[in-house]
Every structure is written in C-alpha cells, then in structure tokens.
C-alpha cells in the first residue's frame, strides 16, 4: 500500500505517520517475539488537516502513537535527508517503488522484515 501510494503520488512526496501492534496481538501464528512491533496503522496528512493547519494541531494521529514515518523520494536520494521529518523509525521509498528502505532517525540502515498478516480487528468502546 506505501509503495502505491508513493507512485501514484509521484512527482509529489509523500509524508505519513506509521503505528505499530506488538506481535503477541496478532492471531497468526508469527514467529516473532510477542513484544515485536509491527507497523500496522497508517495516519493521512488530511485527517484535520484544517485544525493543524490553523493551530498547530495534528488531530489525525491519536495522542501518543505515530512513532514512525513512510516518506517518499520521488527525485532521490535513497537515504535520510535533513528537510525529512524524522522518527524513531522512517520507511523511505524511491523510484521504481519496488522496496522500503528502512533507517532509525540519525538515518543508520535498518533490518525490515515483511509480514503478511492481518493486525487485529479493533472498535471503539461504547
């Protein structure tokens, strides 16, 4: 999904906060660590947009979560650039769209490991 995103997007970049679900709330059977994050929600820019706009406020990520980030380079380079907006972990894709590149936020090559499972089922409490 980030990588379409980032090539239908193209010439422009793209910008989104990531979250994680630790493995242990999946109900596949990953063999992972149950305390492993996966990055599983993606935030849009335009979810409040107006009110971040106008104060500051960035309401389409709830409080506390959005530890890391998906940008795109649709000129270059494939690696971290100051003008970026970092996290403790950025996902960077470039042209041909084909692999996320992972770096924490000094931009140090990180391991990123593909899951294919689906994140748990939530809803909001009544």
Request: glycine share 10%; no cysteine.
């Amino acid at each position: 999904m980030l990588l379409g995103r980032a090539a239908d997007t193209e010439p422009s970049s793209v910008n989104l906060v990531l979250d994680t679900t630790t493995a242990g709330e999946f109900d596949a059977g990953l063999e992972l660590a149950p305390s492993t994050p996966i990055l599983s929600h993606v935030y849009f820019p335009t979810a409040g947009g107006a009110v971040n706009d106008v104060f500051g406020v960035d309401l389409g990520t709830p409080a506390g979560r959005g530890r890391a980030r998906f940008l795109s380079h649709p000129q270059g380079p494939a690696e971290l650039t100051r003008r970026d907006d970092l996290a403790g972990v950025v996902l960077l894709a470039v042209p041909p769209w084909e692999e996320l590149l992972a770096f924490d936020r000094r931009g140090r090559p990180l391991d990123l490991t593909v899951v294919d499972a689906d994140p748990p089922t939530e809803s909001l409490p009544e």
